[in-house]
């Protein structure tokens, strides 16, 4: 079979998007663009369909679905219908778990899927189901969501509604009276009985690991404008990925977040800095790796049994910009054993040999050529010393932070001058800021950006807003109080 068809065919097999070479090896699957899932819990009646209801129409320019827990109720039997009023609603068990973590893995991955539809009054799942098709947003709603760690997993912010018991167990009589036929001594029976001891024991200590609280549901405007700030934030990120094909974005979780709110803080101590930065790096390093081209490879293991794997690309080096592109280098050491790196200095015209500011507006820095131009003539390639094969080699280029992307887009010219291809330019940074993704990627579509954490923007002096300060001074301990707390690059 030619190497191409073989290409073909296992890339058939790969869930991520997948793409053959010219020569015939395989690059890398780019990862899939992943939604922004949210996980609302809170007791019954808390007002959690309220505040979704909210966001939702805050969020109406964008795609948003909803998922309901309760449509994964389990179906009762005829045996314990008779019995229904001694059966628990509010317990864990009572939820089909597996399908509900079925059907989010398939919208996470772009697939649309049929939802339960559940009879409140019957007790059982019709056999219609709704199709729910894939979104940006993905709301999970429900009084156990964040109970079950594997559910919590799938979530990028996590919202419990707290609501005093008084105000549900109204509202719960209210609701079960009206829409379920239910009468009054019933209901407050199965509360007495079930509903309070499982908030008791289930739903209110699942508190501890919602990202934003909410006290009084769909009362609190205040609350619900700043998450749906922060959800705009995120989704920022996502719609630059979808702008750009070659921006990657490394899949959050807690402990990428934990990383960043430490090397963030200007509290923080030198040691912990370096600590947790190199923690960071290595990922989008790992990340990086990833993106190479790869042939198929068969192995034989210890037990004589016949292993086909792939085998990277060998001719690859990296290229630090001098100062804190450095920082990565360790990192890169790590991953590609006797990897060569190479060193280029860019330095701008200002009097304390740190790069000048844009003086042009960001939104001029963005779209417009001539402001392209006009600030790149105000840096300079002061050194380089590169390996004298380049041309021939997959070139890492490192630098921590990306910001209005002026030195990127002088190191990356001066590579594409030694020879080497623009598919070949993997450049890695721990932050970036939109205004410098837009420039990097609007000029030089065939590289790969890789990044764990894309930024709110620039301010007026051009520097990273959250950002992390001075990187190379923080993390070379070099720092003062002027230089810790600005970025720019």
Known sequence: MAKSETSKKFCNGVRDRCSVSENGSRLAPAPLKQPFVIGVAGGTASGKTTVCDMIMSQLHDQRVVLVNQDSFYHSLGDERLKKVHEYNFDHPDAFNTELLLSCMEKLRCGQPVGIPTYDFKSHKSTESASQVNPADVIILEGILVLHDSKVRDLMNMKIFVDTDADVRLSRRIQRDTVE??????????????????????????????????????????????????????????????????????????????????????????KHDFVFYADRLIRLVVEHGLGHLPFTEKQIT??????????DFSKRLCGVSVIRSGESMENALRACCKGIKIGKILIHGEGNDGRQVPN???????????????????????????LPKDIASRHVFLLDPVLASGNSAMKAISMLLSKGVPESNIIFLNLIAAPQGIHTVCKRFPMIKLVTSEIDESLNDDMHVIPGMGEFADRYFGTCNNHTCTQTRR
Request: hydrophobic share 40%; charged share 15%.
């Open 180 to 269: 379920r036929g239910r009468n009054i001594q019933n209901v407050l029976e199965q509360y007495t009985k079930f509903v309070k001891p499982s908030f008791d024991e289930f739903i209110q200590p699942s508190m501890k690991y919602a990202d934003i609280i909410i006290p009084r549901g769909g009362d609190n405007g205040v609350a619900i404008d700043l998450i749906v700030q922060h959800i705009r934030t995120k989704l920022g990120q996502h719609d630059l990925c979808k702008i750009y094909q070659n921006l990657f974005v490394i899949f959050s979780t807690f402990q990428i977040r934990g990383m960043h709110t430490l090397v963030r803080d200007v509290n923080t101590t």
């Open 359 to 385: 003086p042009l507006s960001p939104s001029e820095n963005i779209f417009s050529s001539t402001a392209l131009i006009s600030v790149t003539l105000f840096l300079q390639l002061i050194y380089e010393k």
């Open 301 to 310: 293991t210890p037990t004589g049994s016949v292993y086909t794997g792939v």
